[in-house]
């Protein structure tokens, strides 16, 4: 009997949250509403966060955040290689120039004793990665940012459900969540910004609905009130109603969700230490509490004889799905080409993208999905 595939990763998505997609689909408001306002309070309400703006993608998120902050020509940002390339793309994008911080070898962390000699005068903004479903160390950071007078926005697109000294990531600050189908939750495609900063959320409700004064969907006139107009040139980036519910019924589950990433990261500690260069991500030491985004195993060739490609390779051979986070950005084509940062500046970073592989981890997987690809581990090294 062949055993189904198990993927990297596959949303849980409930019939409850299906039929709730058909009712809005027949309710004739299919667009930025009611669902998405609902939305952004509840993200408010579990986050503890002032302002949450729900948009298309987080992506679109970081790109309105660059352009409410003036990000742009003679501007540096800091920001860990070790990362998803759409952040460092788009400060491409505005003329402003990554630089690329070194990582904690063991956490994928961005630490504050890293970032401090890359400042200069001309760094305008820090965006510091919560890698995994941990969070950074962000009191030292934003000290850090405090005294040398810069803004910082967090990466939290791996840290719904993440506290941070007993604080959910997003109650402080300024923080953006995303909501892609293999994150935590999911509505399909989209992301959030959360900000206790009253003046930016204002600017960065105008900039997702092409600059107008008003949203897509008003609370109080239930529509679009006829005499909005464009405030400031903006993009098209809000979140639909659809996207919305699906949201809606995902965050009340996500807290059972990350209990289950939990028990099965634990599981997996507990079947893969006695493997020998099959090396887990470590926990940071500070108080915090881990979302289980990420199962992520570094393969360390010079002990497994077996190199990442071709153990990723072996495991898909067998039905087992894997991920890749990330090839670190510096070393992409573009950047290897374009960025003052090369091959051999960043040790750490480096190591880890070369090992670095996502197992499968989703809430639908069970113990015994967790035995079967453990044991194909441990005959492919």
């Known amino acids: 009997m062949t055993r189904d595939f198990i993927p990297f990763s596959k949303p849980s998505i409930s019939e409850e949250a299906i039929n709730a997609v058909a009712e809005v689909l027949r309710s004739g408001w299919i667009t930025t509403g009611p ?20 948009l298309s993608s987080a992506t679109a998120g970081m790109h309105i955040a660059l352009k409410a902050l ?13 990362t998803w390339v759409s952040t460092v793309n788009l400060i491409e994008l505005a003329g402003a120039t990554p630089v690329f911080c070194d990582v904690n070898k063991d956490t994928l962390m ?19 990665v919560h890698y995994a479903g941990a969070p950074v160390d962000l009191d030292k950071i934003r000290r850090l940012a405090k ?3 810069i803004k910082i926005i967090e990466d939290a697109a791996h840290a ?21 189908p293999i994150k935590n ?3 399909c495609e989209g992301g959030v910004i959360v900000t206790d900063d009253d003046e930016l959320a204002t600017q960065l409700k105008q900039l997702k609905f092409h600059g107008l004064g008003v949203d897509a969907f008003d609370r109080e006139t239930q529509g679009r009130a006829p005499q909005a107009e464009v405030l400031t040139p903006g993009y098209k980036y809000n979140m639909t109603d659809v996207s919305a519910v699906i949201g809606i019924h995902q965050l009340a589950k996500l807290d059972k969700f990350n209990s289950k990433r939990r028990n099965l990261s ?16 470590e926990h940071p030491k500070y108080d915090h509490k881990h979302a289980t985004h990420l199962y992520i195993v570094r393969v360390d060739d010079n002990i497994t004889g077996v190199e990442r490609n ?10 087992v799905g894997t991920g890749l986070h990330f090839k670190a950005v510096h070393l992409h084509k573009y950047y290897r080409e374009n960025s003052t940062t090369q091959r051999g500046d960043l040790p750490k970073t480096e190591w880890n993208s070369d090992r670095i592989c996502s197992l499968p981890l989703f809430p639908d997987m069970t113990l015994d999905d967790i035995d079967y690809i453990v044991d194909k581990i441990r005959q492919i090294i």
Do not use: Q, W
């Open 160 to 180: 719904i459900g993440t506290e941070y000294k007993g604080e959910a990531i997003g109650r402080h600050g300024t923080a953006i969540f995303s909501f892609h």
């Open 70 to 82: 003036n990000i742009g020509p003679g501007d540096e940002v800091i920001t860990p290689s070790m």
């Open 110 to 128: 961005v630490e504050a004793k890293d970032i401090e000699p890359l400042i200069t005068e001309k760094t305008k903004l820090i965006i510091p």
């Open 35 to 54: 669902n998405c306002a609902r939305f952004e309070e509840d993200i408010c309400r579990y986050t503890g966060a002032k302002n949450a703006i729900a």
């Open 147 to 149: 005294k040398h007078k």
């Open 266 to 281: 634990k599981h997996y500690n507990k079947l893969l230490k006695d493997i020998p260069g099959i090396i887990p991500l």
């Open 310 to 319: 071709t153990f990723m390779e072996e495991l898909k051979k067998v039905g």
């Open 185 to 187: 939750i999911t509505t």
